[in-house]
Nanobody, 119 residues
Framework: QVQLVESGGGLVQPGGSLRLSCAAS??????VGWFRQAPGKERKLVAHISGFAAVYYENSVKGRFAISRDPAKNTVYLQLNSLKPEDSAVYYCAVGSWSQALIGNADAWGQGTQVTVSS
């Protein structure tokens, strides 16, 4: 089973930017999703990129977040721009199809990286 490691989280002021990385232990042709979970809330899909580079964004992040993948590095990125306090959460990446991701399922999960947006 492929292993995933997220990085790039941190503390940023409102309006700032971060780039999250999800490095896979092996090449995968599967889709990869980014999810987030805030304290007391359910984990929710925010973006997904398929093996054919088709992308999906949850409405609240459209126009602010961008997902991309670098097959040569087995890495998927999530660029977070115009960050808001409500974007604060633990962000997880996961391997799986878009249909799996929409119902919160995946074949493999990373350990998560904390994003905190605060002044």
């Amino acid at each position: 089973q492929v292993q995933l490691v997220e990085s790039g989280g941190g503390l940023v002021q409102p309006g700032g930017s971060l780039r999250l990385s999800c490095a896979a232990s092996a090449r995968t042709l599967s889709g990869v999703g980014w999810f987030r979970q805030a304290p007391g809330k359910e984990r929710k899909l925010v973006a997904h990129i398929s093996g054919f580079a088709a992308v999906y964004y949850e409405n609240s992040v459209k126009g602010r977040f961008a997902i991309s993948r670098d097959p040569a590095k087995n890495t998927v990125y999530l660029q977070l721009n115009s960050l808001k306090p409500e974007d604060s959460a633990v962000y997880y990446c996961a391997v799986g199809s878009w249909s799996q991701a929409l119902i919160g399922n995946a074949d493999a999960w990373g350990q998560g990286t904390q994003v905190t947006v605060s002044s």
